[in-house]
């Protein structure tokens, strides 16, 4: 089963946040695992169209997703997925 992980920044929004196991065979149902464990983070992941929010990015085995509109992007049972918030600043 995939893996997700998070980047430490989204700690301070999800505090009990950790790597963790899926089951979804699509990005879009893992995402809706992520959200009934950690209330919240759906909303904080997409917009309102379901479209990956521009401050987030998302990598599948080390490369980044192409696919931000619908989340097709394919991945492999022992894949680890990665949800980062995009940094910026100057």
Do not use: C, W
Not at 5 to 11: P, W
Not at 51 to 61: C, E, G
């Amino acid at each position: 089963m995939p893996t997700v992980k998070f980047t430490y920044a989204l700690k301070r929004f999800f505090p009990g946040l950790t790597q963790t196991p899926a089951q979804g065979q699509t990005l879009a149902s893992i995402l809706d695992e992520m959200e009934a464990r950690y209330p919240g983070m759906r909303s904080y992941i997409l917009d309102e169209q379901g479209q990956l929010r521009k401050h987030v990015n998302i990598f599948i085995d080390g490369h980044l997703i192409k696919d931000r509109t619908s989340l097709s992007d394919a991945f492999s049972s022992n894949s680890e997925i990665y949800i980062m918030q995009a940094l910026s600043g100057g």
